[in-house]
């Protein structure tokens, strides 16, 4: 997959670099986001449900199928660069943002208007092209056109939802809706739609699975979609900055309504707690939220209980899903890997 994408991306810089040097140049950041981290769930969830439905391990077919899904990395690139201006964080993976580090190259080389403006202006189009591109791999793959026929309607429906989950979270951030049910479905559609779902959704589409796996898989994603995304609320405030890449509190900073935040406000408001509450508010979407400060917040977010009700929802969604893939038709050694990605994608560390 790395060979792949590698590959394909410097066939189309060479493309970029006609047009412009300077774009060309541009293209390189995009070449090392995508590169140069991630865990590459999307593209892996797509093999193995390539494979449970039968597809083939090796073959001429088999290598269509790993381009096609390959492209799946450059949706999640187009996503997370977009998500990252949208949220104005500095640092991805350990290093700073496309529009930070655009931003950066404006104001160091002295050019004329303002370096932030440059730098969103360039992570809206080098998120574009990311979004451009995928299309451009999964439809230039070699798959048969049969099997592109039967994998639109997930190609189709993926790209759609996780811009709309995306929607619905800069939305409830602007109105502030604390409900638990709001954070959940952002979760469904900004995260486990394109995440564990419709990858599977379209790896079994292209093997020609039949009606009752694809809904199999669908509700085995759809469960660990959103448990992947509750592991990812609690990490972006517990986790440890070395690991995760990115600060310790910025969702907080950021103002997400995570269903972490949405619980703990629910408690507290139902125990009458308006101090723990209005320290909680008082956080949200608050820049300069400093350790001492943060580190209060997560107390009471234990305190609540909203860190403990979180880690059961997790893992009950994880055991439903389970429970999803084991009355299914799936063929081995997908069976096993899919229940070890499970595990592995809802107690990670980063």
Do not use: C
Not at 31 to 50: C, D, S
Not at 167 to 190: M, N, P, W
Not at 313 to 327: K, W
């Amino acid at each position: 997959m790395e060979r792949e994408l590698a590959d394909y991306l410097q066939q189309r810089r060479a493309e970029a670099s006609a047009i412009g040097p300077v774009f060309g140049e541009a293209t390189d950041a995009l070449t090392r986001f995508v590169l140069q981290g991630g865990k590459r769930l999307r593209p892996t969830f797509a093999w193995w449900g390539w494979r449970g439905a039968g597809g083939e391990a090796t073959g001429p077919t088999a290598d269509a199928v790993l381009r096609a899904i390959s492209a799946l990395e450059l949706v999640q690139a187009s996503a997370l660069v977009h998500d990252d201006l949208m949220d104005a964080s500095a640092t991805r993976r350990g290093k700073p943002t496309v529009h930070v580090e655009f931003a950066a190259r404006h104001a160091d080389a002295g050019w004329s208007g303002r370096p932030a403006r440059f730098g969103a202006a360039t992570a809206i189009l080098l998120g574009d092209l990311a979004l451009t591109w995928a299309d451009d791999l999964f439809h230039s793959s070699g798959l048969p056109s049969a099997a592109v026929a039967r994998a639109l309607e997930p190609w189709r429906g993926m790209r759609t939802e996780v811009l709309g989950g995306q929607f619905l979270d800069v939305h409830t951030q602007a109105t502030g809706d604390e409900s638990v049910a709001a954070a959940l479905r952002i979760d469904r559609y900004k995260t486990a739609a394109y995440t564990v779902e419709r990858p599977l959704h379209l790896g079994a589409a292209l093997a020609g699975a039949d009606p009752d796996l694809v809904a199999a898989y669908r509700r085995f994603g759809a469960d660990i979609g959103v448990a992947f995304q509750l592991r990812d609320d609690l990490l972006g405030v517990y986790g440890d900055p070395a690991v995760t890449g990115k600060p310790a509190g910025d969702d907080l900073r950021e103002g997400k309504r995570t269903v972490l935040v949405a619980l703990a406000l629910q408690r507290a408001t139902e125990r009458g707690a308006d101090a723990q509450r209005d320290e909680i508010v008082s956080a949200l979407g608050d820049p300069e939220l400093d350790e001492p400060r943060l580190g209060r917040v997560r107390g009471l977010l234990n305190e609540l209980g909203a860190v403990q009700a979180v880690e059961q929802r997790i893992a009950a969604l994880t055991g439903s899903a389970l429970d999803a893939l084991s009355v299914a038709q799936v063929a081995e050694p997908a069976a096993a890997a899919l229940a070890d990605l499970a595990v592995r994608a809802t107690r990670r560390h980063s």
